[in-house]
């Protein structure tokens, strides 16, 4: 387990201008879970999760790993911590003189494997990732989503049991994205590693974590399970991520607009068919969005009502009585 | 079409002799130059800010130090430090007094050419070295040097050319080599044939440094696919 309590960090502290990056941030990653972080850049999550294996020194507060306090320990165990949190990149970050065996080799080294175990082990991280013929390949002879498989048996070499990714699937187009969450997801289910992923894209969270924390401006705006905050998100900066901010209806309005939600009992009723037909008012829609989350499908729909008050009261009235969710579009 | 002179001194052997003198000063120096400049060049870089061990005072006083020696002219260092070359090796004249010279002249060069190359090494691949809990001393042996070696490579082919470019210099204060045999039969008894042979070789010897050199790159470097 991951616990992060009161953290914050600010550059350059004391000096005429601190940069506050994090600021009280607490958070709990239970063992097993696939946790996402997510926010805009600049929000602070790439500092957050070099917060939880130290690479950033928090300026106050605490990171428990397993009720272990890791901003208390002396050097040389923090160097040893590591070792049982891996880490990933956006850009990889492989060794480019070295041959793909070697890069998955190296952490084991540092921790002064055998040799021969080493190797052994290493070859099987390959076969897991699927590259088990290109273990004398060099980085640079890789596609991007090659190198991050590399990565990410570099990240596993040591068995940990946490592995942070940062931006992971950034650089990398969709379908290779595709690839490197399964593989992800299946590190997590297989191999029981907690997965913090990072990353500034709403499809992430929504293939592959079970809980996600927004972060807005160096604080958490929200947290819970992604399938309760993408259902309805309170902040309005998960809002924004996650019903995308350019897919919003535009300015042009003439009526009143609603959202409707689809919680996951209701989506397969064609709800708008039966709206009309029982209010025999028509109503424009402006967006839809639906999507499967855990194999129940989540979506919410933005509709313009009639310019007529009595209308509009009628059709909120029928939505109220079918117990269809809706809220008021600003 | 040769001189009188040339065709002595040839027949001597001594052009060939100077060859000699000019690429074993060159290499020796070039060699312990590295010895003391590659540390103080892993030392400039490790401890700057942003480095994997920042001390700033030991970084300022370092590279203070680097650079006086720097900014002063061959030339002049060569004579300031005669007495130091008398020191070490007993003598301030021939080719063991030369060799301290070029070393101490080119110590300072090879340490910020050591410096610029490891700081070529992505931020992001010392990141990930530190995620995965080296520690720092295993971080320059396995990271930093590694990383940075054909750069290192470049950098040392460069100082090394430099190097042969002072060593020409030292003939004129009791060096020898293609320099010393350059002034003193060519520019003091004004035989311009000498000086051309002693210029054509120089650029011979250059050329063969670079071409060597940068095929030893082209060999080691991964990230050109191939």
Same mark, same amino acid.
């Given at each position: 387990m991951i616990e992060l309590k009161q953290l914050s960090k600010v550059?350059?502290?004391?000096?005429?201008?601190?940069?506050?990056?994090?600021?009280?941030?607490?958070?709990?990653?239970?063992?097993?879970?696939?946790?996402?972080?997510?926010?805009?850049?600049? /929000?602070?999550?790439?500092?957050? %999760?070099r917060c939880i294996n130290l690479l950033e020194k928090p300026t106050s507060g605490s990171v428990l790993l397993d009720g272990r306090d890791l901003t208390k320990l002396t050097p040389k165990e923090l160097l040893l911590a590591r070792r049982s949190i891996g880490m990933i990149f956006q850009d990889f970050n492989l060794l480019e003189q070295r041959t793909v065996l070697r890069n998955v080799l190296y952490p084991l080294e540092i921790a002064h494997t055998p040799r021969q175990d080493a190797v052994k082990r290493a070859r099987e991280l390959l076969q897991l990732v699927g590259l088990s013929e290109k273990e004398n390949a060099y980085p640079s002879q890789l596609s991007g989503g090659q190198k991050q498989r590399v990565a990410i048996a570099r990240a596993l070499a040591t068995k940990p049991r946490y592995l942070l990714c940062d931006e992971a699937t950034s650089?990398?187009?969709?379908?290779?994205?595709?690839?490197?969450?399964?593989?992800?997801?299946?590190?997590?289910?297989?191999?029981?590693? +907690?997965?913090?992923?990072?990353?500034?894209?709403?499809? &992430?969270?929504?293939?592959?974590?079970?809980?996600? /924390?927004?972060?807005?401006?160096?604080? @958490?705006?929200?947290?819970?399970?992604?399938?309760? &905050?993408?259902?309805?998100?309170?902040?309005?900066?998960?809002?924004?991520?996650?019903?995308?901010?350019?897919?919003?209806?535009?300015? @042009?309005?003439?009526?009143?607009? @609603?959202? @409707?939600?689809?919680?996951?009992?209701?989506?397969?009723?064609?709800?708008?068919?039966?709206?009309?037909? /029982?209010?025999?008012? #028509?109503?424009?829609?402006?967006?839809?969005?639906?999507?499967?989350?855990?194999? &129940?499908?989540?979506?919410?729909? &933005?509709?313009?009502? #009639?310019?007529? %008050?009595?209308?509009?009261?009628?059709? +909120? /009235?029928?939505?109220?009585?079918?117990?269809? +969710?809706?809220?008021?579009?600003? | 079409m040769f001189s009188d002179m040339f065709q002595k001194l040839w027949a001597n052997g001594v052009i060939q002799l100077g060859i000699w003198q000019t690429v074993y000063m060159t290499v020796l120096s070039t060699a312990v130059a590295y010895v003391i400049g590659l540390p103080l060049g892993v030392l400039l870089c490790v401890t700057d800010k942003g480095g994997i061990h920042p001390i700033g005072w030991l970084?300022?006083?370092?590279?203070?130090?680097?650079?006086?020696?720097?900014?002063?002219?061959?030339?002049?260092?060569?004579?300031?430090?005669?007495?130091?070359?008398?020191?070490?090796?007993?003598? *301030?004249? !021939?080719? *063991? $007094?030369?060799?301290?010279?070029?070393?101490?002249?080119?110590?300072?060069?090879?340490?910020?050419?050591?410096?610029?190359?490891?700081?070529?090494?992505?931020?992001?691949?010392?990141? $990930?070295?530190?995620?995965?809990?080296?520690?720092?001393?295993?971080?320059?042996?396995?990271?930093?040097?590694?990383?940075?070696?054909?750069?290192?490579?470049?950098?040392?082919?460069?100082?090394?050319?430099?190097?042969? !470019?002072?060593?020409?210099?030292? !003939?004129?204060?009791?060096?020898? !080599?293609l320099g010393q045999i350059a002034i003193t039969y060519g520019y003091q008894r004004q035989k311009t044939d000498i000086i051309w042979v002693c210029v054509v070789l120089t650029i011979v010897i250059v050329q063969l440094i670079q071409e060597f050199g940068m095929r030893i790159v082209q060999k080691t470097d991964k990230r050109v696919s191939h």
């Amino acid at each position: 387990m991951i616990e992060l309590k009161q953290l914050s960090k600010v550059y350059n502290p004391g000096s005429a201008n601190p940069v506050v990056a994090l600021q009280d941030i607490s958070l709990t990653i239970a063992d097993g879970e696939i946790f996402g972080i997510i926010g805009l850049s600049g /929000a602070g999550k790439s500092t957050l %999760v070099r917060c939880i294996n130290l690479l950033e020194k928090p300026t106050s507060g605490s990171v428990l790993l397993d009720g272990r306090d890791l901003t208390k320990l002396t050097p040389k165990e923090l160097l040893l911590a590591r070792r049982s949190i891996g880490m990933i990149f956006q850009d990889f970050n492989l060794l480019e003189q070295r041959t793909v065996l070697r890069n998955v080799l190296y952490p084991l080294e540092i921790a002064h494997t055998p040799r021969q175990d080493a190797v052994k082990r290493a070859r099987e991280l390959l076969q897991l990732v699927g590259l088990s013929e290109k273990e004398n390949a060099y980085p640079s002879q890789l596609s991007g989503g090659q190198k991050q498989r590399v990565a990410i048996a570099r990240a596993l070499a040591t068995k940990p049991r946490y592995l942070l990714c940062d931006e992971a699937t950034s650089a990398l187009d969709p379908n290779t994205t595709q690839s490197i969450l399964d593989l992800l997801q299946q590190i997590n289910r297989t191999l029981q590693v +907690t997965i913090v992923v990072i990353t500034h894209e709403m499809k &992430v969270i929504d293939r592959i974590c079970t809980k996600v /924390a927004v972060i807005d401006q160096s604080r @958490i705006a929200e947290t819970g399970r992604v399938s309760d &905050v993408f259902v309805n998100p309170q902040s309005q900066i998960a809002r924004e991520l996650i019903l995308q901010k350019e897919r919003q209806p535009g300015e @042009i309005r003439q009526g009143r607009r @609603i959202r @409707i939600v689809f919680d996951g009992t209701t989506s397969y009723r064609p709800v708008i068919s039966e709206l009309v037909l /029982a209010c025999q008012a #028509p109503v424009n829609i402006m967006l839809a969005d639906t999507r499967d989350v855990g194999g &129940v499908a989540y979506g919410h729909m &933005v509709v313009e009502l #009639p310019a007529d %008050v009595r209308q509009q009261e009628k059709i +909120t /009235a029928w939505l109220k009585t079918s117990g269809i +969710t809706y809220n008021e579009e600003a | 079409m040769f001189s009188d002179m040339f065709q002595k001194l040839w027949a001597n052997g001594v052009i060939q002799l100077g060859i000699w003198q000019t690429v074993y000063m060159t290499v020796l120096s070039t060699a312990v130059a590295y010895v003391i400049g590659l540390p103080l060049g892993v030392l400039l870089c490790v401890t700057d800010k942003g480095g994997i061990h920042p001390i700033g005072w030991l970084n300022k006083l370092v590279g203070v130090i680097v650079n006086i020696f720097r900014s002063i002219p061959f030339i002049i260092l060569m004579v300031a430090m005669l007495p130091v070359a008398k020191l070490v090796v007993g003598t *301030s004249l !021939g080719n *063991s $007094a030369m060799i301290v010279m070029l070393i101490i002249a080119a110590a300072p060069y090879v340490a910020r050419m050591v410096e610029s190359s490891l700081k070529e090494v992505k931020p992001g691949v010392i990141e $990930a070295a530190q995620a995965m809990g080296t520690p720092e001393f295993s971080i320059i042996r396995k990271v930093l040097i590694p990383e940075a070696k054909p750069s290192l490579i470049t950098g040392s082919v460069i100082s090394m050319v430099t190097i042969l !470019g002072y060593s020409a210099m030292a !003939g004129t204060i009791g060096g020898t !080599g293609l320099g010393q045999i350059a002034i003193t039969y060519g520019y003091q008894r004004q035989k311009t044939d000498i000086i051309w042979v002693c210029v054509v070789l120089t650029i011979v010897i250059v050329q063969l440094i670079q071409e060597f050199g940068m095929r030893i790159v082209q060999k080691t470097d991964k990230r050109v696919s191939h």
